[in-house]
Structures are given as structure tokens and as C-alpha cells.
């Protein structure tokens, strides 16, 4: 398919008019949910990585009661980047199925839009730890803050963990996404959407049992899946992804019945509860594959809701969500070492409880979303594929923003 320069995904309102049959706009709701994803896993690294304190809390009986554990379930908004991935990239390829892939445009279109950002962060960071190093401030280099490795210099292509900045491991997932996207696209032209889940679902399991189970009594199991994980674990929430983009083009009608939106109102708390029961039944990791699971249906439910629920997609496409949507990936590649770096100062001035929470779960979020913004202005925007005039049956590219 010959994709041309835009970046986008549909309008807001999603029907079909004479204007969206020729060419596809952006869904704003999806960029307000993006922009939740982002501010939930900011949350949850302000709280990870800022010494896990519980204040404010009580307990009742055996059970501990906080507002800050709240943020520990920040996680899932990594799930949710991976299917708003999946959706945004799949929608317009399946929009025009019958157009020939062309893989060289759609590579090329990929690097252009997420390489530059990376690595002008890339060496923002790698500046400041040489600065970092020069003066010996101490709090930071006995955490080991922004140290860089080779492996940071490629995008850790085929290596998950990274040393610059843990969060970068995403990128990682989603450049070889971008490889398998275009394969399950065509499995799931051929088999349907049930057996391409399910399929996805049996990979999903037997490679958290080979990680969990097998990986450590045997070097060589433990090596493959050093190379291919943790791909094939999230899989079933990028197939969940397309399946979205799928059902909003072949059953939108359908979709936006109010019985259906009811049901997928249901589906969602469902989903949530699910998610709960079974990370606080099965704590040993947060990755668990039931946790994960369950992930990836609140993810399926929450982008259908954006888009066909209009309660959910009014509130979703105010201004503020959509700008910090459109602005996630910037926000993503840089808020995690900045957090660290200030927590990392914070940790020496013995402030109390309260403050330390007022900082890190109130001002720290705010701020880095507005560094972020204005690291997008710079170093993210002027990238972007110059919009067009679509020409008639070509669709837009979309961007799947940060990824956290």
C-alpha cells in the first residue's frame, strides 16, 4: 500500500461521511486516550521510582489501605499503548486491504516518525551523564542514573533492557511489531478474528511457561527468549488492537447500538475487576499472564468506547487530553530518567512524608508533562510527515505515540 504523508487515524465522530470516504482524519477520543495511558504510567514510575512510599494510608485489619498503591497498578498503561498501537497502525491498512504492502514506504515511514525523537533524547541524556560524571554528584552516580551502554545507541533492536533509560524497552517492542504487524495482518485475513486470537492467546501462555518455568533450568530456552520476548507474551493485546480497528470498519453500525455499548461498558468494569482480583490473588509479578490478560481486554474495551461511546469519546476529545496525546511519545521518552534524577536530589533533603507525596505524585506528573510538551516542540514536531491533500482511496498513517 502506498501510505501517504499524513500521520493520522480518523475524525472524531467516526461516521461516514461523502468527506471521510476519500480520506481519514484523526479520532481525537483516541488521542485523550492516549494521553490517559500517559499520565497513568507517569503516575506509576513517579511511585516506583521515587521509593514507593505509602502516604497517605490506613489500615483496616490485616489490610493496608493506600492511596499511592493505587499508582502501582500503573503498569496496565503500557498494555493500552501497545493496543492503541496496534489499532492506530492496522486501521488504515485494513481500510484498504486490497491495495499491494509495500514495505519499503511503510519501514521508511516508521523510522521517520519515531527515530529522530529517540535519539535527540538519546543524546540529551547521553550529554548529561558526561556532565553527570564530570562533576561527581554523588546522589547520581551511586544510583546509577542515566549510565549508557551501547546497545542504547540501536534502540536495543534486539536486546529488551536498555541502560540509559528503562523505559526505551517499549520502543524495542514496537520495532519489531512493526515487522509482524503486515504477517498477522494476512493470518487474520485467512483464519478470521477468533482463531487469530486464540492462536495468539496459546503463544501469550507457552512462552510465560517457558519464561517462568523452563527458561531457568535450560541456557538455551533462556537465550531464545532473551532475543524474542516479550513479543510474543503482549501479543494477544496488539491482535486485541487490530481486532478493534477491524470491528470499527466492518460493524461500526452495529457497534454504536446502545445495547452494544452497554455491553461494552460491562465488558470494561469486567475487565477492570478481573485485572484486580488477579494481581492481588497471583502478587508475585505484575506481569502475570492472567494480569495480562485481563490488560489487554481493558485495553480492547476502553479504545471501542472512545470511539462509539459518546459520553466516553465527548469527554476524551477535550482539548487538554488531545494535546497531551498528541504529544505522548515525546512525554514518554524523556519522563523516566528526569524522575529519577530529581528523586534522586529530593532523597537529600529528609522531606516529610506528606511533602515527598504532594511532590512526586502532584507537581512531578505536571511537570513532566510540560517538559515533555515542549520536547515535542522541539525535537518531535518538525519530523512529522508534512500534511497533504489526500488523494482518493489513500488514508493516512498513523502515529502510535509514547508507549510506557
Known amino acids: 500500500m502506498i501510505l501517504p504523508d499524513q500521520n493520522t487515524v480518523d475524525s472524531t465522530s467516526g461516521t461516514n461521511t461523502n468527506a471521510s470516504k476519500s480520506a481519514v482524519s484523526r479520532f481525537d477520543s483516541i488521542d485523550g486516550l492516549r ?213 470499527l470498519i466492518q460493524r461500526e453500525d452495529w457497534l454504536r447500538q446502545s445495547s452494544v455499548v452497554a455491553g461494552l461498558r460491562l465488558g470494561w468494569v469486567l475487565s477492570f475487576a478481573g485485572m484486580i482480583l488477579t494481581v492481588e490473588a497471583i502478587p508475585t509479578s505484575p506481569t502475570n499472564w492472567s494480569r495480562l490478560l485481563f490488560a489487554s481486554l481493558l485495553s480492547f474495551f476502553a479504545i471501542l468506547l472512545a470511539l462509539v461511546d459518546d459520553t466516553v469519546r465527548k469527554h476524551l476529545s477535550r482539548s487538554f487530553l488531545v494535546t497531551i496525546g498528541v504529544a505522548s511519545y515525546s512525554i514518554y521518552l524523556i519522563h523516566e530518567p528526569l524522575i529519577r534524577i530529581s528523586y534522586a536530589y529530593i532523597k537529600t533533603l529528609e522531606w516529610s512524608p506528606m511533602l515527598l507525596f504532594l511532590w512526586c505524585q502532584g507537581v512531578m506528573p505536571v511537570l513532566l508533562v510540560g517538559i515533555g510538551y515542549g520536547f515535542f516542540c522541539v525535537a518531535e514536531r518538525p519530523f512529522l510527515l508534512k500534511r497533504s491533500a489526500p488523494k482518493q482511496n489513500s488514508i493516512a498513517v498513523p502515529a502510535e505515540r509514547g508507549i510506557s
Open 35 to 247: 494521553a490517559i495511558a500517559c499520565i497513568i504510567v507517569i503516575l506509576h514510575h513517579c511511585f516506583y521510582h521515587t521509593g514507593k512510599h505509602l502516604f497517605p494510608s490506613v489500615t483496616v485489619g490485616s489490610h493496608l489501605i493506600s492511596l499511592p498503591l493505587f499508582f502501582s497498578y500503573g503498569y496496565t498503561g503500557v498494555d493500552l499503548f501497545f493496543a492503541l498501537s496496534a489499532f492506530c497502525l492496522s486501521y488504515p491498512l485494513l481500510k484498504l486491504s486490497a491495495k499491494p504492502f509495500e514495505w519499503k514506504v511503510y519501514l521508511s515511514r516508521r523510522a521517520q516518525r519515531i527515530l529522530p525523537p529517540y535519539y535527540i533524547a538519546w543524546a540529551i541524556f547521553l550529554v548529561s551523564a558526561i556532565i553527570i560524571a564530570k562533576l561527581r554528584w554523588e546522589p547520581l552516580l551511586s544510583d546509577g542514573v542515566l549510565q549508557s551502554s551501547r546497545r542504547d545507541i540501536f534502540l536495543s533492536f534486539f536486546l529488551i533492557t536498555t541502560a540509559m533509560n528503562p523505559s526505551f524497552w517499549t520502543l524495542c517492542l514496537e520495532a519489531r511489531w512493526y515487522f509482524v504487524l503486515p504477517v498477522l495482518l494476512n493470518v487474520l485475513k485467512r483464519v478470521g478474528s477468533v482463531a487469530t486470537i486464540l492462536v495468539s492467546i496459546v503463544i501469550s501462555a507457552a512462552f510465560f511457561y517457558l519464561g517462568s518455568d523452563v527458561a531457568p533450568s535450560n541456557i538455551w530456552v533462556g537465550r531464545i527468549l532473551n532475543l524474542s520476548t516479550p513479543l510474543p507474551f503482549f501479543l494477544p493485546t496488539f491482535v486485541l488492537g487490530v481486532i478493534a480497528a477491524q470491528l
